[in-house]
């Protein structure tokens, strides 16, 4: 992988498939069911797939679609109870169909590798990495410890692990996320077999981590001339890399075509609500609202915000260490809008939102919400405050308390607060919240586990406008959600800004969720903004080298663009918040800093989040950040700006 | 991993100190006056003061509890008026016994305990409702009763256990004592008639010490292989092509048998507490049958003595497992280092 | 979850019309869950009358000494046979019953209490404060009831008091660790810091949201505690260390009834321990169920 590893579209994605080629994988009338024989839960009705060597097919599908069964079911992977029949199936050149459990398992690994979303869960903790590839590669060829060993190394070297030699010898948990994704393809690797399957691998992978990925596998299928299944539930992904595209909806196909026609040309009308319901890059906020002026109100302000995690090390004491989770931070969101907050793993943007709703207090500077300044009041006041800024988690599932009802759960704020009086109004109050989020007033009865997860982050929307505060911090509130349903959260979290006048932090890593929704943006790395300012121009001209790269990461549901794409790499990981590099903190990933011939000032001088003379909104903490605009690749604009431009 | 070691034997000792403060608190705090308990009510008034000096209790408690962890930092646990022996002596010539059936039992609940939890985490709902079953009656008999039982049944009854008198027939010449244990003095002296009759006289104590651990490991092995089985990595082993049986010793079961292995600390105890009943039982000549013998006799050295035994077997079995851990699962192991 | 409706995991069910309401026995009815927990609760509810009514309603004294009638084999007058002195030991038995749950009720009781408080407080406080009070309570731990009813029984003299004393003593490490432990997974739980979102304060946090959860582990650790209880009591009985004769104590009678045994009389101690493996495996069984049931991964086991 080369600093621009622009990749160059697959010879016209059309001719691919044609004759010449092996066929991997042929299922015709694929069945699962689950569950007692008299009531039984069709998984996965009536499927057929087709991979020939050399191809990558995506298969497409939300939760539940049935994708992940099937794949499991041809491998023989599924737990007892569950029904497999087929017409016809050939795997790996072999009638799948006739084959006994024995020969099956003989099959996996020798010539099906598989590689699974969760790369940590999916290596045994307990063993070194280069024992695990040892054993795959000795359950099926008869070689000595030693040349298995030396096998492995190449294996893992194959898969761009730096140091194979030495890394082969530590566990999983001393890898980092992408590292271990890279082990477990070079696991699935380990007999060389011709046909790949993955499920959903870079779903658990930060952005940038995952456009590593991407290029590793298309790699492998171009050098190996490996046929791929993928499997996955973003089309961006699909977009990417993916030849043909199967779309799966109830556990049954439903379309599938040439990538390039599905995506731009679906028929089916439920790929259809599928494309429309994605968050695009190149689309921006529906209403923007009239330009801000000088007199707004601000509805939050944190400045020099700091938080430092101390960590004492063991009962004995020892040398404290501190985690600068979130460092100077100086942010202003304007009443009635929202600041979308962008960021990987790590980077303080959870801290941050917690900081703003007093979670975690911070070590230094302050917030400031509807004018009025925390910090240092007393418990009491605080709690009194509270009505002003909320919070909505990420998981709903897990910032509910399992065992209350709902009508009791949006009730607690209420009666904390001494708001509705009593009990009747306050079951008024109820009814009127869930019907603000779209829930019927039945709900009530519910408990937090009778619903599916769309409807629980609903129930957390609602409990925090049960206080009708000024401001709500979203920490990744859709993140978990398919994009059909995050597609309606969205609409419901615009309108009731629209309708309530509500400010939004809103916390995530996707770019394009963001662009959606976001007046202004900032982008957080190694707990300092590098980034800020209007979204629009962000997105249409990022001026820090970060922002370039993640935009650039970012697949797009789009072929033709994104193939003509021209990708920023990075490498790496994002370093330890624990101790962050010298100087400017992105310096070691940085892509400008090297077309730049590595100036010296980036490793020793950190620099200011500052703006041009022009527009002192649009601020970016980089040294070099008006010469990073003559340097971008054209084609990355083009993804983020698009039609609507 | 030096620092890990440091910490946990710094938790040990803490443990013991307080299991000695322990100890100590209730036999030398206690009310009565143990100089006139040892002299008997016949003794004169200033015999018994001599004596109380002499022993010491006449000075304040903190003065009282400091020499006593010395004299237990150099192996002295007092005296027993009863047999006339130092309780360390006594100990270490009746810790064999103990040590042999205590051992069986370990191996008998271990065999029996890993097939039957694991089975019963198959597939097979029947095996796991039976192997249930079972377990929560094996767990329920008063471990004393389930002996007697085993006597009535065997001995009384059947005719084909030896009396439960001791470790073997006084008629049975004793092999040359090397280990002290019988099993294998005799294995060594090859004495095969002895080592018969040995092993027919452990037989049904460390039966009857076993089966509740082994109903109580059996749903530990069970509870966490079903566990292990629902981890992903079994699925990538199976992904990879290794067979059941492969999945199964490789991956699962070394990770399924960790609790057991974190768990000792307190099984052994149990194990200790129980040996002391079903001593009594089978009248064996071990530590407990003495203990209870002294108990009976107001003789409390030996007393406390077996309770701090007691407590140190504890603590070091749980250090040993803590770090037999640190080294079986390296995610311990490395963060510490 | 109502135990009516079938456990298959459907997809949002809808509000449970009708009996929303139920009269208060249904709703115990309802809480105590599956089938097998039921018969399990039957069977306790069973045992506990039989110990509250069953000795006025024998009517026979379990202590009256008829020396011509020592030893007798079961038939209708004694269903239990009569031990070496000629007492009735069915009545011994239904007195001992009472005697093995009033101390091991109580015992346990105290212990739990005691225990919750513990594991909630160093729960909270964490820091040193939980690892001295966590290193103390392992010292406890080093004790099994039985070692440290004997060397209660030696310093306090043997009785029903050093015996619960005993048993409660040595029970405390094991609520205080379950309760510890529930408290520090609550206080990394989302819904714990969404309470603290919406104003609630600690009290009402520590009151509404953690005590009704972690009260779910201490009932299970409780019933698992009467079983361990009981086989305490006659252990220390069985070495003369508990509840002293002539008061009828399963141990004791046990113990009495063993050199009889070896030569045939079994009744003496075969019907008390039958006792003690009846009482004890409804308890464990009322821990595993309540356990089971408590938890929502062992529903969709089984």
Redesign the interface.
Known sequence: MNLHGSEPAPASAGAVGATGRETLLRVRGLNVTFGPAADPIRSVRGVDLDVRSGEVVALVGESGSGKTVSALALLGLLPAGARVTMDEAVLAGEDRAAMSDEELRLLRGARVGTVFQDPLSSLNPVQRIGDQIVEAIRLHRRVGVREARRLAVARLAQVGIPDPERRCRDYPHQFSGGMRQRAMIAMALASSPPLLIADEPTTALDVTVQAQILDLLQELRRELSMGVLLITHDLGVVGRVADRVVVMSRGEVVERGETEQILSRPSDPYTVRLLDSLPRLDVAKSAPPAAGDAAEEIALETSGLEVVFSRRRGPLGGRALGVRAVDDVSLTVGAGRTLGLVGESGCGKTTLGRAIVQLVEATAGHVTIGGTRLGGESARRLRDLRRHFQLVFQDPRASLDPRQRIGRILEEPLALHGLCGDGEQRRRRVAELLELVGLGPEFATRLPHELSGGQRQRIGIARALALEPSLIVLDESVSALDVAIQAQILALLERLQRELGIAYVFISHDLAVVRQIADTVAVMYLGRVVESGPSEAIYRGPRHPYTAALLSAVPVADVRRERARERIALHGDPPSPADPPSGCAFHTRCWLRRRLDDPAVCTTTRPALGGRADSSQHRAACHFADRQAALLPASLLGATQGASA | MA?FVA?RVL?TL??????S???FV??RA???DPARKLLGPQASEQAVAALRADMGVDRPLLEQYGTYVADLATGDLGYSWRTRTTVTDELAARLPATLELAASAMVFALLLAIPIGVLSAG?R?WVDRVSRSAA??G????????G??L??VF???LGIAPA?FGRIDDTVALPARTTGLLLVDSLLAGDLAAFRNALAHLLLPALTLAIPLAAYLSRIVRRST?DVYR???V?????????EA?VLF??AL??ALLPILTLSG?WF??L??GA??VE??FNWPGIGGW??QS??A?D?AP??G??LL??LV??VVNLVTDLLYGV????IR??TS | MSATVPEAARPAPGPRGGGRSPAPVRRAWAAVGEAGLRVVAIGLVAFLALALVGPPLWGKDPLAVALPDALQPPSAAHPFGTDELGRDVLARFLVGARISLAVGVCAVFASSVVGTLIGAFTGLVGGVVDAVIGRALDGVLAFPALIMGMALAVAMGPGPLSVGLAIAVTGVPWYARTVRSEVLSLRSREFIDAQRVLGAPTGHILTRHVLPSVLGGVAVQASLGIAYAVLAIAGLGFLGLGIQPPTPEWGGMITAGRTYLISGQWWMSIFPGLGILALVTLSMALGEGLRDHLDPHGKLRR
Do not use: C
Not at chain 2, 139 to 146: A, N, R, T, V, Y
Not at chain 2, 328 to 331: A, E, F, G, M
């Open positions: 620092s910490r938790a803490a443990v013991l100190f307080f299991a403060l322990i100890a209730l036999l206690s009310p009565g597939r709902r929560i009656v767990l329920g008999m008063p471990q004393f009763w389930l007697l039982v006597i009535l001995f009384t009854w439960p079903i981890n992903d990595y699925r990538t082993a199976r992904a990879k092509g290794a067979s492969r490789r991956h070394p990770n307190m105890g149990e200790m507490a002391l009943l009594a039982v203990v209870a108990i009976q107001q409390y007393v406390q077996a309770i007691g407590a504890y603590s079986v699962d390296p995610r490395l963060a």
